[in-house]
């Protein structure tokens, strides 16, 4: 087993890898931007180095500098969270050939996944059904709009390189077609530093339902069953729940037979996830791979109670997998909302700067993922998530019931945030019946915004009083004399989760 | 105090009063004891009869408040400015609604209008990248680009003024 593993990312993520990996008692390298001096990852870490100024082209999106890092401080291992270089097969090649290990499938794999052409030409000679669409990235406009009439409208318009919903536009009409495509090559360009882009039908009603699965290097491949990612805004999840309310047994089989044969098919190692497409009539499509570890992934660790995180490292380190797939054996349901720091109010627009106070739910069945703390400044730097609030409980309802309560307890004053949001989606009627599809938020946006506008005559009068209090006690205390209070802590050493 | 509280959606007519053990708000006939304690610079803990809250007050945009989580936009006026109003002053009209600011800070990437051109209310105005994110600004109004005041290429902070229409 590795003594040391480097954490090539930030933010929630390289927490959560680190945390397993001192669990394992393996130490921890942190990297950081000139931004993160002091981000809760540095400080978690048990050595931590500086790789550059703050936009992400120069610190963390800087695999040279990373590659030296380890070298330097003596990784046996480098893991790469998701984002940022979990997915560059240039990376993953140097840090193999400069006799790290890269944990993470093989480049080649990546290769076939991460480009969308090359994982639909890939699967088109496997049994798993793909979405129709477009088998070459876009180079000519007139050709392209050609192929999208042929498909019909509405088409979606994707980048070849990325994910997560950049570089991604849905288009209702011809006349849009054009613009659509500008937008998604440019934002894919700046995302991804590739702009080519490809396009697909869009499928009725569809379900977003993803398998998480795990292979080793001993030629097992099993699956953790699924994860229902419907809930998404331009295209980007907010809530994910395991098990989906919308799938049966026999559909579970059949999709996670395929989850293995489309990881098969690239030959791949460590932890993947195979989203899959969904529609009305519960035909299933493939629609892509992530090579890498998932935001969502903590709901299939709530219900199999398998870290994933550490099957990574054991994969990574040549150690055959834990468990086989007779042996998976799932329990409860888990739910996970994403916390972003964004306006819901204001068309969810990055809002940035200090958390000036902050209380995070705990009590049974809930885990918070993230990486902030009082006093801590959010940036336009980098993503805007701050962290995964999951709740596991023993059935559907009481794990809603318990997101609930935990999304009421959860504060975080100073910036705007999608708590709120979150909380209007759970205690929505369809969205608690469990009958939603991936156009729940464009069919229910005005009544979760109505809900999330509307205040009682309580909370009202709570706000007005509030403010007139503010208002009042700033005009006493610039009278009165200064009000500061002295720090009377004994913590003078206060260990931040730091192993002395 | 006679104030008058309101949001996009309704208008409620209270008086404030503070005595000894806090704040007695008087609504509609009823009588509510309210009591906040600063537990922390601009967050209180507040409880109504005996109902509990928590409140946030946002230091930079005095009209925002946060209760139990969800920030609600409301205006406080008192006497004077209700008096104001009464003679046809509107303090709270003076800000120019073609006046567009950053409501994001990020960098611009594109901007689809020089000045002179005609807009329509809706129609994208420019891209501010931010978080990684393409966001469409666009305008609030109909009107006529008067003037532009950033570049494409231009990181711009929350607040900056970016564009005028008139």
Excluded at chain 1, 158 to 167: L, N, Y
Excluded at chain 2, 46 to 56: A, C, D, E, H, I
């Amino acid at each position: 087993m590795f003594k040391k593993i480097l954490i090539a990312n930030r933010g929630e993520i390289a927490l959560r890898v680190m945390r397993t990996c001192r669990e394992m008692g393996i130490e921890v390298v942190a990297v950081f931007s000139e931004a993160d001096r002091t981000a809760p990852h540095v400080l978690f870490a048990d050595e931590a180095y500086l790789i550059g100024p703050a936009p992400s082209t120069e610190s963390y999106l800087n695999y040279e500098k990373i590659l030296e890092v380890a070298k330097e401080s003596g990784a046996e291992a480098v893991h790469p969270g998701y984002g940022f270089l979990s997915e560059n097969t240039d990376f993953a090649k140097e840090v193999s050939e400069a006799g790290i290990v890269f944990i993470g499938p093989p480049a080649s794999a990546i290769k076939i996944m991460g480009d969308k052409t090359m994982a639909r030409q890939t699967m088109l000679k496997t049994q798993v059904p793909v979405v129709p669409g477009t088998e070459e990235p876009i180079a000519d406009i007139a050709v392209a709009l050609n192929v999208a009439k042929e498909i019909g409208f509405p088409v979606l318009i994707k980048a070849a390189g990325g994910g997560g919903g950049k570089g991604m536009r849905i288009v209702h009409a011809a006349t849009d077609f054009e613009d659509a495509v500008g937008k998604a090559q440019r934002e894919s360009q700046s995302a991804f530093g590739d702009g080519r882009v490809y396009i697909e039908k869009y499928l009725e009603e569809p379900h977003h339902i993803e398998f998480q699965i795990l292979a080793d290097t001993h030629g097992n491949t099993i699956h953790l069953n699924e994860r229902e990612c419907s809930i998404q805004r331009r295209y980007q999840k907010v809530i994910e729940e395991s098990p989906s309310p919308f799938i049966d047994d026999g559909l579970r089989l059949k999709m996670g037979q395929a989850a293995v044969e489309t990881a098969e098919s690239c030959s791949y190692v460590g932890a993947g996830t195979v989203e899959f497409l969904v529609d009305k009539h519960r035909n299933y499509y493939f629609l892509e791979m992530n090579t890498r570890l998932q935001v969502e992934h903590p709901v299939t660790e709530m219900v199999t109670g398998i870290d994933l995180v550490a099957e990574q490292i054991r994969i990574a380190s040549g150690q055959p997998l834990s468990i086989d797939q007779e042996n998976i054996k799932t329990s409860g349901h888990a739910v996970e909302c994403r916390i972003y720091a964004e306006d819901a109010t204001h068309d969810f627009a990055p809002s940035t700067g200090e958390i000036v106070m902050l209380q995070i739910p705990d009590g049974t069945g809930t885990r918070f993922d993230g990486a902030i703390r009082q006093g801590i400044e959010i940036t336009p730097y980098y993503d805007p998530m701050l962290g995964k609030l999951i709740c596991w409980a023993k059935d559907r309802e009481s794990a809603l019931n318990r997101s609930e309560r935990a999304l009421r307890e959860f504060y975080i004053g100073g910036i705007e945030t999608t708590i709120q949001f979150c909380r209007a989606v759970i205690r929505h009627p369809v969205f608690r019946e469990g009958t939603y599809d991936t156009h729940f938020y464009a069919n229910f946006k005005d009544e979760l915004h109505a809900d999330l506008a509307t205040s009682t005559d309580e909370v009202l009068l709570v706000a007005a009083g509030s403010l007139y209090h503010h208002q009042n006690q700033i005009k006493h205390s610039s009278n009165t004399s200064n009000s500061t209070k002295k720090t009377r802590s004994n913590w003078v050493n206060a260990q931040l989760g730091r192993n002395a | 105090m006679k104030y008058e509280i309101n949001t996009s959606q309704r208008s409620l007519e209270v008086d404030f009063n503070f005595e000894s053990d806090g704040l007695i708000i008087n609504v509609d006939g009823k009588t509510l004891h309210f009591q906040a304690i600063q537990i922390h610079s601009g967050v209180y803990s507040v409880l109504v009869n005996n109902r509990s809250f928590v409140v946030g007050i946002c230091p930079n945009e005095a009209n925002r408040v946060n209760v139990n989580g969800t920030p609600i936009n409301l205006e406080l006026l008192d006497a004077v400015h209700l008096h104001l109003r009464e003679l046809g002053w509107d303090s709270m009209q003076e800000t120019k609604v073609g006046l567009i600011s950053a409501q994001i800070p990020g960098l611009v990437t594109k901007i689809f209008h020089v000045p002179g051109d005609e807009v329509k209310e809706g129609e994208p105005l420019l891209l501010i990248e931010a978080m990684k994110m393409e966001n469409e600004i666009k305008s609030p109004v109909s009107g006529v680009v008067q003037k532009i005041s950033v570049n494409e290429g231009q990181t711009v902070e929350k607040g900056t003024n970016i564009i005028e229409i008139v």
